[in-house]
Nanobody, 122 residues
Framework: QLEDSGGGLGQAGASLRLSCAAS????????IGWFRQAPGKEREGVSC????????YYAASGKGRFTITKDNAKNTVYLQMNSLQPEDTAVYYC?????????????????WGQGTQVTVSS
């Protein structure tokens, strides 16, 4: 089970930190990803991290602004989002997969959180 949280409202330039707390699985053994879905758009991979090596992937939209980290002791993965822009407005979901040979491919992810809303105003 994945519980994602940390979304909220903010103005352009604000920062938010999303959390993905896992239970029933160990983040050190799974690849964990953050995906987002804006109204009328497909779900897209934002940032992902592998379990074993901690390799990371960032979509171009978040590169340089977003940072994904994990805390094995807390079994939690975080997404720090800085310099938020209105186009970042979406529901953000964390997801997990045992597949780690590639990151942030939507169809690979089997376990999903309920989503947390991020809204950024201009």
């Amino acid at each position: 089970q994945l519980e994602d949280s940390g979304g909220g409202l903010g103005q352009a330039g604000a920062s938010l930190r999303l959390s993905c707390a896992a239970s029933g699985l160990t983040v050190d053994h799974y690849a964990i990803g953050w995906f987002r879905q804006a109204p009328g758009k497909e779900r897209e991979g934002v940032s992902c991290i592998s379990g074993s090596h901690g390799s990371t992937y960032y979509a171009a939209s978040g590169k340089g602004r977003f940072t994904i980290t994990k805390d094995n002791a807390k079994n939690t993965v975080y997404l720090q989002m800085n310099s938020l822009q209105p186009e970042d407005t979406a529901v953000y979901y964390c997801a997990a997969t045992v597949l780690q040979f590639r990151l942030c491919v939507f169809k690979d992810y089997d376990y999903w959180g309920q989503g947390t809303q991020v809204t950024v105003s201009s």
